[in-house]
């Protein structure tokens, strides 16, 4: 299912509602929660340390997931159109 999974992928653009760090020093895991505003419920998607880096609560980022298993191919701010505009 993974392998097929990579092939198929979806990208999702809103505010990140979340940032956490679970574990401890020798394992920490890194989360991300992004409301892309399609549905009730907000899943958080695990992320490497580079991807998880240099990213704040708030930002506006787009995310690239394979369908099902949500894996995270990239995540970067997201273009903001212009004011007025």
Do not use: H
């Not at 399609?38 to 609560?57: C, D, F």
Request: net charge positive; with cysteine; proline share 5%.
């Amino acid at each position: 299912m993974a392998a097929g999974d990579w092939r198929a992928a979806v990208e999702v653009t809103g505010p990140i509602l979340r940032l956490r760090a679970f574990g401890d020093d020798k394992k920490l895991r890194y989360y991300i929660a992004v409301d892309a505003g399609e549905s009730e419920s907000i899943r958080a998607w695990k992320v490497s340390p580079a991807r998880y880096e240099g990213l704040e609560q708030g930002d506006v980022v787009t995310a690239r997931l394979t369908r099902n298993l949500c894996c995270v191919r990239w995540i970067v701010r997201a273009e903001m159109p212009p004011a007025g505009g």
